[in-house]
């Protein structure tokens, strides 16, 4: 049950912006949903925790498909509430490419409407975000990554 002072915010749906923010980022610094805009796609996916396997299984595909996503104008950002250390384990731990994307306070989880409250992990869920800055897809759980890809073909 929520107070009259707590904002209840749903998920960004297809069609609709995205929010945007800035976070601290492993190993870029920081980096801003703008930063993308005009230039390239972009995947936000949001991930309960550093080093546990399902997490680990995300982000390690997500490297070694580093070059498909680059061929098509697609840059990756991993998101959790995890610290920048936590991150830097993790990258250098399994050699992870994209960067990740801190959200210590869960603000941006709970922008894009993933982090229920009175929880500290995201829920697992990515959205596809066009050059224009507009959410195309919403995937919630563990995303079958052939489908992402002819997902994003489709948007070039």
Avoid: W
């Avoid at 936000?44 to 546990?52: H, R, V």
């Avoid at 991150?87 to 994209?98: G, P």
């Avoid at 894009?112 to 050059?131: A, E, H």
Wanted: charge should be negative; glycine fraction near 8%; hydrophobic fraction near 35%.
């Amino acid at each position: 049950m929520t107070t009259p002072f707590e904002k209840v915010i749903k998920m960004p749906q297809v069609g609709e912006p995205a929010p945007k923010f800035t976070l601290p980022a492993y190993p870029a610094g920081p980096i801003s949903l703008d930063d993308y805009a005009g230039k390239k796609n972009v995947i936000l996916a949001f991930y309960p925790k550093d080093n546990t396997p399902g997490c680990t299984k995300e982000m390690c595909t997500f490297s070694s498909m580093r070059s498909c996503f680059q061929d098509l104008s697609t840059q990756v950002l991993g998101i959790s509430c995890d610290s920048l250390e936590s991150h830097q384990d993790f990258a250098s731990k399994f050699d992870l490419e994209q960067p990740l994307l801190s959200d210590g306070e869960a603000v941006v989880g709970k922008l894009y409407g993933v982090l229920g409250q009175g929880r500290s992990m995201p829920n697992r869920v990515l959205f596809v975000i066009d050059k224009l800055g507009i959410v195309q897809h919403v995937i919630e759980g563990m995303p079958d990554n052939k489908k992402l890809l002819d997902l994003l073909k489709q948007l070039n």
